[in-house]
């Protein structure tokens, strides 16, 4: 078996996938795979309401909140939101990355009134900048993990406009204060799954925002009135959101998760802090991811050399994102802190050569 360090679509945890293995062909008894049974149907009924409950109550998520299952990625939520949460103020964004730019994109394309609150554009997006939001906008936005540059939010800002949350790369690897956030969104590709399905959290009362004039489809409101049956959802990415939450109860809890997600971080943070400068973290500590970690070699010559000896032990997807360049390690929930020590151990041996 390989160890997957990809960012996405990235590992999932191997019960969860014995499980799906097992049932592929016969679903609980049902004599048909969960891919063939109708969204109408009591078989995949279950399936689809035992993750919406799941999700709540691993997350201890009000009932203030519905919870949504989308397609289109997360990318789609970009022109989502503002479709479905501006009226006529404005929108206040924190740049900390190609994936905030890409939602800023999509207001300026509506042709929305938006402010750039903060941005760290300025130092390549390698740390989280101070975020004043005020609190008169229509919403304020920021993403919580910035998946290419491995950085990330220790607390979320606060602001008594509605706050909304990219939490494509973090989503269910910490416990959310629910009283600060109105909208959460994630694709399920990092740590809640396969591709395909994307999952929105959204306070009820924004659902009545969204003007008659958006297109269908697009319209949060849809969905949560059809409990995201609206038209055929990806039933077998959803099947395996299942398995995924299922898993992540099975370990203890969001919690527990978090807190061996910390021990992995710093084990990996320890060995690159440690090197004598061979090794270069792209964020800075205070602003540290525990799910990305992105580094560079102090000679970059040998970065190419490295990844081979990594393919060579069997460790894959550790090639870092071509806007910032380097090595980039994914340390999504379902990675083991055996694959972690690995790279660590790989990473040591390598430096005491080369260095
Ligand atoms: C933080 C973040 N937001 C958005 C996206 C885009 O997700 P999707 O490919 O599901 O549209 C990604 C993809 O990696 C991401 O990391």
Redesign the pocket.
Known sequence: MRINFG??PSMIPPEVLKEAHKEFIDFEGSGISIMEASHRSTLYDKVHNEAIDLIRELYALPNEFDILFLQG????QFAMVPLNLYEGGAIEFADTGV?SAKAIEEAKLLGYNFKIVASSKDETYSYIPEVNFSNDADYAYI?S???IYGTQYKNFPKTKSPLVV?A??DIFSYMVDWENVDLLFA?A??NAGP?GI?IVIIRKNLLERSSNSVPTMLRYKTHAKANSLYNTPPTFSIYLLNLTMKWIKSQGGIKKIEKYNKSKASLLYEALDNSNGFYVPHAKKESRSLMNVSFKLQDNELESELLKEATKAGMIGLKGHRSVGGLRASIYNAMRIEGVSALCELLNEFAKKRG
């Open positions: 960012a996405g990625g997360a990318s789609m994936w993403t993990n910035n998946t990219d494509s790369s694709g590709q990092k591709s994307t």
